[in-house]
């Protein structure tokens, strides 16, 4: 096992013996010497162009999608979604299973059936549709990437731009590559297999010419395959290379060697940085946070390397002194804030295992020191650069907790929010930082391997839109409480506490970067989330999370009518909080088309939403909110117009849009009615940036759930159709459109916003439902701040207790829970998310379609 | 000061264990001497002397093998010799003694990083300039510390430059000769092909010649 430590050598592919940058870690692009492949012709991509194409004749040649025999269905349940009644998403190996059973054609001839959105009501499938499977053969399908980890807009991609252009869908992709794994193949080698010319890790799509040579999916190029490569660890055999679990798996992890290290792995190193103002403790968050911090002290991600540190603030930052040894924690003042320096070196961010017990006496003791503070100003910018200097030798994680509008020395802000414009229909102003400190602080911060989280528990105005900087570009992540008070919003304090337990104990990846490849001809101009690009095409990560996602947007710049098949590789290189260096890679495999139809049958909904949510959040901040709105109406007008010119015996009347992408529209309406991105309804600055980061760093399911929530009624589920996991039983209901029409004063409505749940009792409630499952004798007894739903021995509450904690099962991070009265002050935040009604400032779902017709006709 | 530590398997360079720089000043150019540290700990072998200080300009190296283990300190050239090798030692003992027996098997790199506590932990009470009271232990364990070979590291790294380009010129020269045998061996056949052609034309005129002129 001593050998081979020369041979590993090799795999960098940089010119100097020892990488001396990031770039050369992951390895760079195309190297200069490769000679393009023989086989792809230097025909030049046809010229970009927004122009509506005319109907192409070779399009009149494809079978006509066939007519619906009934347009409107009554019921959940409508003949035309039989196909779809698919198992559910998170019973993934049952649905691979199935999966093969359909015909690909069938499936295809659905996904293009006209539908007549202006005349078919119940247009949700009765439960959330899983992605589109891509039109792969079945040995390929088997092994592809996850959709829930890796997800393109178009499962089918267009052969040419051209072609893209004349869907008028935009191209790009959704990434969740840290997302908790429960399984996950890892490999120790001591060659990592890359071709060498295009660094693409070996994969399952990469073929083999034969024993000793395979042919790179991305680039094309020729490879030898190493001897390490030819003996399988799994089965112990020699000279089936196609049988190494590389081959076999499309998200795999490799152990790295020290090639992919420019210094030794860090450790875990963890600062809490904590607003200590009078405000802050008013709010009450330090009891609850260093309660929450005492309980997972000994779950923090770490090996006996772990640091951590605290640093706090108001006026003045106060720095603790836990060296080993020490009776007890000492504080340090530095009350110079404008040039803010270390008091001491080495003993304030400590070795947790040797300080355990002073840090958890600083943690019992913080809450109660600053009682009585009368300082109401923060230094929140002071405090922040002390944080930078103290993690820069290490890197790792900052924490901010704070509690208004940071007010004194370096970054400090003034209130830009004007209440009186908080509904205004015009432009809404100040969705940009008002200074570039946080953003500069947040980059220098990213240079030396440190992660800033932000947590903001505030009241008023503390101008989100410039404090988010430091996160953004940091890649950390923001967590925002309005009004957080810990006794007068107990679902909000609940909440922070269900969040800190989750953020505490969650997996972390530390200086990581991370590249996407894909296959030659795509290129990938646009990347959407919380990080900083450091190269053209390298996400430098100082910290990983397991709940972030990411989007790219792609163009076709040459035509890929060569290949038959597109290929994707996102490569995440992390340390792991246990000091070890990994490399995570997934690879998607997709089908290339050359006609318009097809490009239309594999559109995926729920990604395009999401990816133009994000490309809205860009153009409203870049531009203005009011052109970014209009932007997402003309992509949902700019792609029925294609389907209309593109099918030409569709019967002109109607709105027609392919089956695939029926749900476009009601999407975008949703999208339009988000916090982010509404006008006309009243809405806090802050909130409305909170969103804006939400949709640009949350993964796909989450945003999905936001944009659109899920609304079932549950005071009269029935086994029928339910499932039966280990012994319980999880009843089934249907999802319903969310439109007050649905809601009866007779019933019980779950409402699941991903982050929030709401459950709504009508009036005339049956009373057994509310004694049963709720514990009141009737609704006038419902208190007005119910916040749990109480774990009652009947049938009825099981049974609803079973369908909660089902639809909770995958998600990370628990959603508060509020009981909402028909008659209660709380229903606007409710109603709010019935996207299809119409309110005082916004389309109802069938004037929208209307909208869309005239626009088209236009 | 002790800038950096690493502990490395000598037969394959593998890093088993090191200290990450504390200082951020010097962390600009601290990156080259932790390139210069790797590639010295490739040079290693088993024939390298088993200590050895190498000068690096305003830096010097210090390293101890033993058990097939180097333990490397880059120190400032200023910093007591006899405190840096005191300190290898150190750590020589502790680690053989935690991880010695597990060395030979490990193949991930930097799999004992966890040393790191005891290495800042040693390197700490190294430097400290209070407590000197290790100094009188160190005086008596190290007397023949001037008997330590002292070499530039820059020498060393061409060293070995030198002797693959040596390498590379003695196969520049093999293949020449070979290239020259071919070549000759070339020659000899062609000069044998014309001679026997020649004789061959001499000796068809002759029959040809006697054929006809004779009979």
Known sequence: TLTGGDSSSTTTGSASPVPNSYESLEGGGYSDLAAPPAGVPAKQAPPFGYNYPTVHPAYQQNPAPKPDPSPSHGGYNPPGYQPYSQPFPSLSELSSALGGLGGVSEQEAETLRPVNLLQERNILPPKRAPPPEPNLSNDLRKVNCSPDTFRCTLTNIPQTQALLNKARLPLGLLLHPFRDLTQLPVITSNTIVRCRSCRTYINPFVSFLDQRRWKCNLCYRVNDVPDEFMYNPVTRSYGEPHKRPEVQNSTVEFIASSDYMLRPPQPAVYLFLLDVSHNAVESGYLNVFCQSLLDNLEKLPGDTRTHIGFVTFDSTVHFYNLQEGLSQPQMLVVSDIDDVFIPTHDSLLVNLKESKELVKDLLNALPGMFTHTRETQSALGPALQAAYKLMSPTGGRVSVFQTQLPTLGAGHLQSREDPNLRSSTKNVLHLGPATDFYKKLALDCSGQQIGVDLFLLSSQYSDLASLACVSKYSAGSVFYYPSFHHVHNPAQTQKFQKDLQRYLTRKIGFEAVMRIRCTKGLSIHTFHGNFFVRSTDLLSLANVNPDSGFAVQMSIEESLADTSLACFQAALLYTSSKGKRRIRVHTLCLPVVSQLSEVFAGADIQAISCLLANMAIDRSISSSLSDARDALVNAVVDCLTAYRANGSNIQPSGLIAPAALRLFPLYVLALLKQKALRTGTSTRLDERVFSMCELKSQPLQQIMRMVHPDLYRIDNMTEQAALHLNDSVIPQPPLLQLTAEKLTREGAFLLDCGSVMYLWVGKGCNETFIRDVLGFQNYASLPSNMTEIPELQTTYSERTRAFISWLLESRTFLPAFHVVKDDASTKTSFFQHLVEDRTESAFSYYEFLLHIQQQMSK | ?215
């Open chain 2, 1 to 215: 000061m002790v800038l950096l530590t690493m502990i490395v398997r000598v037969a394959d360079s593998l890093p088993l264990a090191a200290s990450m720089q504390e200082d951020e000043q010097s962390g600009r150019d601290l990156q080259r001497y932790q390139s210069q540290a790797k590639q010295l700990c490739r040079k290693l072998n088993e024939q390298s002397p088993a200590r050895c200080t190498l000068e690096a300009g305003a830096m010097a190296f210090h390293y101890v093998i033993e058990k097939g283990v180097c333990y490397l300190a880059l120190c400032e050239a200023g910093f007591p010799k006899k405190l840096a090798f005191a300190y290898l030692e150190d750590l020589e003992g502790e680690f053989s003694e935690q991880y010695g027996a597990k060395v030979p098997s490990v193949s991930r790199p930097y799999s004992f990083i966890e040393f790191d506590t005891y290495i800042q932990k040693t390197k700490k009470s190294y430097i400290d300039s209070r407590a000197r009271r290790n100094l009188g232990h160190v005086n008596s364990e190290l007397h023949d510390v001037q008997r330590i070979m002292v070499a530039n590291i820059e020498e060393v790294l061409q060293r070995g430059e030198a002797l693959s380009a040596l390498d590379s010129k003695a196969s520049n020269l093999s293949s020449l000769s070979k290239k020259y045998r071919s070549d000759a061996k070339y020659l000899n056949t062609r000069s044998t092909y014309a001679k026997v052609a020649i004789g061959a034309v001499i000796f068809i005129t002759l029959i040809v010649y006697v054929r006809f002129w004779w009979l």
